[in-house]
T-cell receptor
């Protein structure tokens, strides 16, 4: 599989629980992005990695959110103490220079 | 912040019609992207362009840098083209997304 993959595709959790999502970018893509998309809206930027370095974070990313890319390959996005407002599609995208941007299928989170 | 505006927000067309979706952005960019999202599905990148015109099958994307405007055209539309089409600009390290155009093509 040469595309961006995300796991899980769907997650239902109770308010207050912690959740973790994983993104596997295209091999050798050095940039990795996390976005959040709520119903009826366009995606919103959350954070961005250049290799293993987290270079930019949106103010949307509260202290309950943390993202890592420990070896510059896959990335994880963790949400602690989930709230109903966290319900959204979480999208990962990877980029490599002139090759353009490739989006993963997303993880749909539902917080009950 | 680079604001991206799309029009129309919703579009219904008969199968076979020529479709145009417009996108305007407010500041200089490095690239303009057209993305497609089917209901409940992930996002697929259709085009990335910084000048001129690109064509892929029945899809054509154009950009006018001076006017800060881009268009996505679909020729001979088909019901499987029904999706949300999102325009996004990159002027740095991140995308700035439009709210999308929901297209429904009726057989």
């Amino acid at each position: 599989d040469t595309g961006v993959s995300q796991d899980p595709r769907h997650k239902i959790t109770k308010r207050g629980q912690n959740v973790t999502f994983r993104c596997d970018p295209i091999s050798e893509h050095n940039r990795l992005y996390w976005y959040r998309q709520t119903l009826g809206q366009g995606p919103e930027f959350l954070t961005y990695f250049q290799n293993e370095a987290q270079l930019e974070k949106s103010r949307l990313l509260s202290d309950r959110f943390s993202a890592e890319r420990p070896k510059g390959s896959f990335s994880t996005l963790e949400i602690q103490r989930t709230e109903q407002g966290d319900s959204a599609m979480y999208l990962c995208a990877s980029r490599s220079g002139l090759a353009g941007d490739f989006f993963g299928p997303g993880t749909r989170l539902t917080v009950l | 912040k680079n604001e991206v505006e799309q029009s129309p927000q919703n579009l219904t067309a008969q199968e076979g019609e020529f479709i145009t979706i417009n996108c305007s952005y407010s500041v200089g960019i490095s690239a303009l992207h057209w993305l497609q999202q089917h209901p409940g599905g992930g996002i697929v990148s259709l085009f990335m362009l910084s000048s001129g015109k690109k064509k892929h099958g029945r899809l054509i994307a154009t950009i006018n840098i001076q006017e800060k405007h881009s268009s996505l055209h679909i020729t001979a539309s088909h019901p499987r083209d029904s999706a949300v089409y999102i325009c996004a600009s990159t002027g740095g390290n991140q995308f700035y997304f439009g709210t999308g155009t929901s297209l429904t093509v009726i057989p």
